[in-house]
């Protein structure tokens, strides 16, 4: 998503219209909500491997369970909002009066798109891992 833009020229090479990540607000949430989820994942792993090696240790792994939920919550809206901002780029809104940009700007849309998908993957996948981990703390 990050790097997404596409460029159309218009009647000249002057005269050009741009469509990238950053023009909506929502896109430039997305990008920063999965950096700050993705560091997450990294810097927790030391105490994932803790927790697997001291089963006992309850507090280590509460702590994960709490931030890996809120990170399930950040995911979730990064995608969900985006997911909405995809919808009007595809179909637009005649009672908004907002155009759909995607017949023209296809390559973006499709990456964007895709983007999105892989987020909403990745939700039901730490959702997953929420779960697995709640009745790994539970059995102790």
């Not at 950096?35 to 792993?45: D, E, F, G, K, R």
Request: hydrophobic share 55%.
């Amino acid at each position: 998503m990050g790097t997404t833009e596409q460029t159309l020229p218009f009647f000249t090479q002057f005269f050009q219209f741009q469509a990238s990540y950053d023009d909506l607000p929502t896109f430039s949430f997305f990008v920063i909500a999965m950096a700050i989820v993705t560091s997450y994942l990294i810097l927790s792993a030391p105490f994932s491997i803790v927790c697997i090696a001291r089963p006992l240790a309850v507090g280590p792994r509460l702590l994960l369970i709490i931030f890996d939920t809120v990170m399930v919550t950040l995911t979730t809206s990064a995608a969900g909002s985006s997911a909405a901002i995809i919808y009007l780029a595809h179909n637009g809104n005649s009672a908004a009066n907002w155009l759909a940009i995607c017949q023209q700007f296809d390559d973006f849309c499709q990456r964007i798109s895709g983007a999105v998908v892989a987020a909403s993957i990745t939700v039901v996948l730490l959702i997953f891992m929420v779960v697995l981990s709640a009745v790994a703390l539970r059995k102790h």
